[in-house]
């Protein structure tokens, strides 16, 4: 499993979420019609970040000044990839994974739909959070865990395998925790010390990452 990024106290809660798209420039006729077309149809996320305080030992146990500073390192900057819990996204119940063909024991990838009704969009999450319960139903009634498992190798492609391979025509659901697979957009931090052993980090800027890279 990836290193996962630090929750620490003193995250602010001005907190910015930027999903983007990547489609080719607009392009218009001589009438004026304008034709776009999509390069993909799942976004990048983008968050930016704000800690007020991190502490550097100001009490027994709070270190989050080297937390954040150390992990920073760790990650040497845009290069390392971890995994973020976005905490306004990462959990779903029943999600649609497939319907069963008689043929396939193994089901890819696993997704999450955000949104309501048809305000939604559908795309694979980063990586199943193994600590966290995950159900599987066919057709609505619970699986025995025995019987399948979660092949996580691959971040954006976490697979659901079944050992025996299931009747066709059942449809799949889960209920499942997940990360986003992420990386940092800079390669500088800009700490500020505002008092003894207590710092501020104003903008961590992190983004989700494409299966593979």
Not at 94 to 120: C, H, K, M, W
Request: proline share 6%; charged share 15%.
């Amino acid at each position: 499993m990836l290193p996962v990024y630090p929750t620490l106290i003193g995250l602010a809660f001005s907190v910015d979420w930027t999903p983007t798209f990547f489609n080719m420039p607009t392009q218009v006729s001589a009438g004026g019609a304008e034709v776009d077309m999509g390069l993909s149809p799942i976004p990048t996320h983008q968050f930016d970040l704000v800690y007020n305080f991190l502490r550097d030992k100001f009490q027994p146990g709070t270190q989050e000044f080297k937390t954040m500073f150390g992990f920073f390192l760790a990650m040497r900057g845009t290069f390392g990839r971890f995994l973020f819990l976005n905490p306004d996204d990462n959990s779903v119940v029943g999600e649609l994974v497939g319907t069963t063909d008689g043929v396939n024991n193994i089901y890819a990838p696993l997704q999450r739909t955000f949104g309501t009704a048809s305000n939604s969009g559908t795309e694979p999450v980063g990586y199943v959070d193994t600590t966290k319960p995950f159900r599987v139903y066919l057709d609505g009634v619970l699986q025995d865990h025995s019987t399948y498992e979660i092949l996580a190798l691959n971040p954006c492609y976490q697979q659901l395998k079944f050992f025996t391979t299931p009747t066709t025509g059942q449809e799949i659901r889960v209920d499942m925790s997940y990360f986003y697979y992420c990386k940092f957009v800079e390669n500088s931090l800009d700490f500020t010390k505002f008092m003894d052993r207590l710092w501020s980090l104003q903008k961590v800027s992190i983004k989700s990452c494409r299966a593979g890279t």
